[in-house]
């Protein structure tokens, strides 16, 4: 089924978190994020996973990616862990790829079965905090993207925030999912 890259960068360094933080606080775009994912699958690395408030976000299955095999979840019914992202090659529902910058690569290096069919492209335009920590960028999969991908949507801009859709040039997408995407990102939140 289709998998979905879901981003927010900040504009030009590309970067997605300072430490394990977003240095941005901007509430549609969490909104967005919540709309799009919400009821569906989705696969996060460790790190991501460890951000969340509490572990976990509420109506969503969430697949962890760690190489640690006795990792434990805080939601046994819900969370399940992956120790090899060959486990998604023929995952069976639509699978939305949520972070972090390692997460991100991986799944747009490693071969046609794992790549992004659609990436839901989000830049913020405004200024990051200054956090302490490590910035962690995903300049190689805007690369990736500006090479691979086509953008079929305009920007949609809301908060000093840009988001448009790109699809992988040359295949087919199912139309209900990006239908349903262009309309959560096509409305105010
Ligand atoms: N702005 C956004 O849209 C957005 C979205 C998501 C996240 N973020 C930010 O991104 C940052 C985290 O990104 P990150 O790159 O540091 O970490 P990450 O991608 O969330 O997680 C990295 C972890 O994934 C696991 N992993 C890596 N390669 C693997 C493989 N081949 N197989 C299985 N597991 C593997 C490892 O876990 P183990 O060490 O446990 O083995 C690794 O430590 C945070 O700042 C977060 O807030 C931003």
Same mark, same amino acid.
């Given at each position: ?15 997605? *978190?300072? *430490? ?8 549609? &775009? #969490? ?48 969370? #399940? ?18 972070? *972090? ?15 992004? &069919? ?8 405004? &200024? ?41 040039? *040359? ?19």
């Amino acid at each position: 089924m289709t998998k979905i890259a879901v981003w927010c960068r900040h504009n030009e360094d590309n970067i997605i *978190g300072i *430490g394990a933080k977003i240095p941005w606080h901007i509430s549609s &775009d #969490f909104k967005r994020f919540r709309k799009i994912t919400e009821s569906e699958n989705l696969v996060v690395g460790e790190k991501t996973y460890e951000s969340f408030p509490n572990r976990t976000l509420p109506n969503r299955n969430i697949h962890i990616l760690t190489l640690n095999s006795d990792y434990e979840v805080s939601d046994n019914a819900k969370h #399940f862990v992956h120790n090899n992202i060959a486990d998604f090659k023929d995952f069976e529902q639509d699978l939305y790829i949520c972070g *972090g910058a390692t997460i991100y690569k991986l799944f747009m290096t490693s071969g046609n079965k794992l790549m992004p &069919d659609v990436i839901v492209d989000s830049c913020y335009m405004g &200024d990051i905090d200054n956090l302490e920590g490590q910035k962690i960028n995903i300049t190689p999969c805007g690369e990736i993207m500006q090479k691979l991908y086509q953008k079929v949507s305009p920007d949609y801009e809301q908060e000093n925030v840009l988001t448009s859709i790109w699809i992988k040039k *040359g295949d087919f997408i199912e139309q209900e999912v990006l239908k349903k995407l262009i309309k959560i990102i096509s409305i105010n939140h």
